[in-house]
């Protein structure tokens, strides 16, 4: 559908709407199932990233059920056609770069990690209470053998 610029929003509708009858089915259901999901996702729950899930449900049933929907304009030349397989290890040259990679970000998040602990531990004693609001999740997150420190004192009023 091409519209000519400069067109009232209601000649748009009106344009849209008299087209309607010559929309692949196909790429309907794909649009509508895409507007649904990110109405009702937050509904759901609020924390669902609705957009995330749209886009990505319709990827892969258009992909899964051989749906004859064609893209909105053309790929990057960058980026590659989607494709459901199995990832490949990289090549073996590559491997000590990649584990270097992997140890930085490991000693960032862990070290992110430590200060997020350490500062939920000084606001819930700031504020009077032993635990605060998020002591449950934190407890949880892995942390490498630096987390083990020395007990804190505190005063007793």
Not at 16 to 43: C, D, F, R, Y
Not at 61 to 67: C, P, T
Not at 149 to 155: D, I, K, L, V, Y
């Amino acid at each position: 559908l091409t519209l000519p610029a400069g067109l009232t929003t209601v000649e748009v509708v009106q344009a849209v709407a008299s087209g309607i009858g010559g929309t692949n089915p196909a790429a309907l259901a794909l649009a509508l199932g895409v507007v649904g999901t990110m109405h009702a996702a937050p509904k759901l729950h609020p924390k669902i990233p609705s957009a995330l899930v749209a886009v990505g449900g319709a990827t892969a049933a258009s992909q899964l059920l051989g749906l004859s929907a064609t893209p909105i304009g053309a790929l990057p030349s960058g980026l590659s056609a989607f494709t459901l397989c199995m990832p490949a290890l990289p090549a073996a040259e590559a491997l000590p770069s990649l584990c270097g990679t992997i140890l930085l970000i490991y000693a960032m998040t862990s070290a992110e990690t430590r200060l997020s602990r350490e500062a939920e531990h000084v606001f819930s004693y700031s504020n009077g209470a032993r635990e605060g609001p998020c002591s449950a999740v934190f407890r949880r997150l892995p942390l490498p053998s630096l987390s083990s420190h020395p007990p804190r004192t505190h005063a007793l009023l």
